[in-house]
């Protein structure tokens, strides 16, 4: 089975994870064409078979994921970045001047063992 996309209409990232959905029932191969992607798909042995109509969904279901993506985006890494900055610890440790630090010996010994 061959089908064909305008290019204009979806992005190639929408594509390829439209044809990653169903790898494991079919052999699929992407090309583009003047303006077009044309996407073969070969049933594989034994699997169930995909037909034009699964895999129009699975595109329109893509679409809409990537448009969700793009919209949100600037909410995501502000999301993110406000998690990150909140894992930020700030606390004063106070330095102890009258600690020898010419002693290279206490320096290298285990943490653990100074207690």
Same mark, same amino acid.
């Given at each position: !089975?061959?089908?064909?996309? $305008? *290019?204009?209409?979806?992005?190639?990232?929408?594509?390829?994870?439209?044809?990653?959905?169903?790898?494991?029932?079919?052999?699929?191969?992407?090309?583009? &064409?003047?303006?077009?992607?044309?996407?073969?798909?070969?049933?594989?042995?034994?699997? &169930?078979?995909?037909?034009?109509?699964?895999?129009?969904? *699975? !595109?329109?279901? $893509?679409?809409?994921?990537?448009?969700?993506?793009?919209?949100?985006?600037?909410?995501?890494?502000?999301?993110?970045?406000?998690? !990150?900055?909140?894992?930020?610890?700030?606390?004063?440790?106070?330095?102890? *001047?009258?600690?020898?630090?010419?002693?290279?010996?206490?320096?290298?010994?285990?943490?653990?063992?100074? *207690?």
């Amino acid at each position: !089975m061959t089908i064909k996309y $305008q *290019e204009e209409l979806y992005p190639k990232e929408v594509l390829i994870k439209a044809a990653y959905r169903f790898i494991d029932n079919a052999y699929i191969h992407i090309d583009k &064409c003047d303006g077009y992607y044309i996407v073969s798909i070969t049933p594989k042995e034994d699997s &169930c078979p995909i037909s034009e109509g699964d895999f129009d969904n *699975e !595109m329109l279901s $893509q679409a809409a994921r990537y448009v969700i993506s793009i919209r949100t985006k600037n909410i995501r890494e502000i999301t993110l970045a406000r998690a !990150m900055a909140s894992t930020i610890i700030e606390e004063d440790i106070p330095h102890n *001047e009258t600690e020898d630090i010419s002693d290279v010996d206490s320096i290298l010994k285990d943490w653990f063992e100074n *207690e």
